[in-house]
């Protein structure tokens, strides 16, 4: 439990060194072909200190934006509240702010920077279409999450891959608005679009990016989770019909985004729907173990 | 010297040693205490309810005077039982019988079942009942991390200096622990 904590927080500051050294290397790289080395590698240290400053003050805020989080109001949502509170109680854990995302697709997550500063949000498809001991294993797996620190690590993760995600879209659409060269034939001296330069750098920087997430949010966390869940729950036949009804659920949450995919508790976007590159960047960011191997598992408790 | 710095390097490291030991000790205490208190928060939450509930009933029963009674002779023994797992374990299951019988009168005066008041205090009961249950499997997994420190090597050499000795659990008795039975 102990060590589970430290190496979370281990694994929290890695991260935030890895992200700004492949952002100072990308700005430096940039800065060369560009031919202004220094500077271009200061404004990266810069960009990426305020990501890395942001995503431990700011992430969980943001990731509940991103996903369209409303607070769940205490009176309509009474049972869910009970449920959330009496589940801290068994685990200790002080009780976390209650968020609902408005969304058909059964699914969940928790994120925030420790357990006194932590949400866990659950879709209406999920309240709808789960029973009351089905949802306490699903609210037990994300207050595991919360207990051992996970969340940390996957919410700054959350920032990180979304600036990423973000600035190789718009370098791709910048490369493409320049007709695919770096370098237009009839342009007046060598005005070069730098962009560019920073649109290949990423198509190459992404998939290592995507690999150093995949380390840090190592896919045993998930497992790990639905073990102290049931230790929470004392019911595991609770999480395994949840984690069953999720998985012949197909409706994709279209609350997620690339960025947000590994918080959840069930892949979002299963694939079915969704368009070839999403679900190629989706292969790149897998972070979840498959749900039948997940439940086999708890078949065994 | 040489021996010198081995004694005190030895020294630091027996301190350090014990040091740790001592401070895991007095977090497993502590958290066994915060867990204790945490279930007197909830016994004291229900304890609140019961007189208002008491009121709402008689208004609708009146006459079923041996079940109101009953509860509040059970709320009577709970607030003057002694602080101690045992007691308070035995309070708590007298409690949960009275209430259940309450509860059981909903069923039998449709009027009492559709007042307002009673429907939000039995959710409000029901849901304190089940904080109740949980804060005792908080305590029961404390006690037990408590008194594996306390009882395995080397932890107990620093326990039996503290003079600290094993905690009881909190068990809920054989007549909790089966349904009521439901007559027809």
Same mark, same amino acid.
């Given at each position: ?124 498809? %999920? ?70 330069? %920073? ?103 | ?11 630091? /490291? ?36 019961? #007189?208002?509930? /008491? ?54 005066? #449709? ?42 090597? #080397?932890?107990?050499? /620093? ?26």
């Amino acid at each position: 439990m102990f060590e589970l904590i430290r190496a979370n927080k281990r694994r929290s500051v890695a991260l935030i060194v890895g992200f700004m050294l492949v952002v100072m290397l990308v700005g430096a790289a940039i800065g060369v072909l560009v031919g202004n080395g220094v500077v271009f590698t200061l404004i990266a240290i810069v960009i990426s200190g305020a990501i890395a400053f942001t995503s431990y003050w700011k992430a969980d805020k943001i990731a509940l934006r991103v996903s369209r989080a409303v607070p769940a109001d205490p009176q309509q949502y009474q049972r869910l509240h009970n449920l959330v509170e009496g589940l801290c109680i068994a685990g200790g854990l002080p009780k976390p702010g209650v968020y609902i995302v408005d969304d058909p697709a059964p699914n969940a997550f928790a994120t925030g920077r420790n357990p006194n500063h932590a949400a866990i949000a659950v879709t209406t498809g %999920l309240l709808d279409k789960l029973n009351r001991v089905e949802l306490e294993g699903v609210v037990a797996h994300e207050l595991s999450h919360i207990r051992n620190y996970d969340i940390l690590v996957s919410t700054l993760a959350v920032t990180m891959v979304g600036a990423v995600a973000l600035v190789t879209d718009l370098a791709i659409r910048m490369m493409w608005w320049n007709g695919g060269r770096v370098h237009r034939r009839g342009d007046h001296g060598d005005s070069s679009n730098p962009l560019a330069y %920073l649109g290949f750098a990423l198509l190459v920087v992404a998939p290592l990016i995507a690999k150093a997430m995949q380390a840090t949010i190592s896919r045993r966390r998930e497992t790990l989770a639905d073990v102290s869940a049931c230790q929470l729950t004392r019911y595991p036949p609770g999480l395994i019909s949840a984690l069953e009804k999720l998985k012949e659920d197909t409706t994709v949450t279209h609350s997620a985004s690339t960025a947000t995919a590994h918080l959840w508790i069930e892949q979002p976007m299963s694939g079915v729907g969704d368009d070839g590159k999403l679900s190629k960047v989706h292969k790149m960011f897998e972070t979840h173990p498959p749900l039948d191997e997940r439940i086999a598992l708890l078949r065994e408790l | 010297m040489i021996a010198l710095i081995i004694v005190i390097v030895l020294v630091v /490291v027996v301190l350090l040693v014990g040091v740790t030991m001592y401070n895991g000790l007095i977090r497993s205490k502590n958290q066994v205490e915060n867990a204790w208190s945490q279930i007197d928060v909830q016994l004291k939450r229900r304890l609140d309810l019961i #007189p208002n509930l /008491v009121e709402t009933v008689k208004g609708y029963a009146a006459h079923e005077r041996q079940t109101l009674e009953g509860v509040i002779q059970a709320r009577n023994a709970a607030i003057s039982a002694p602080d101690t797992p045992e007691a308070q374990a035995s309070a708590d299951n007298m409690m949960t019988g009275a209430l259940r019988q309450i509860f059981a009168l909903g069923e039998a005066y #449709p009027d009492l079942k559709a007042n307002q008041n009673f429907l939000s205090l039995q959710e409000e009961l029901s849901a304190t009942e089940g904080r109740v249950a949980y804060a005792r499997q908080f305590y029961n997994d404390s006690v037990l991390s408590y008194n594996n420190k306390i009882e395995s090597v #080397p932890t107990n050499i /620093v326990a039996s200096m503290l003079k600290y000795s094993q905690r009881e659990y909190f068990e809920a008795d054989e007549a909790a622990r089966t349904a009521p039975d439901i007559e027809f």
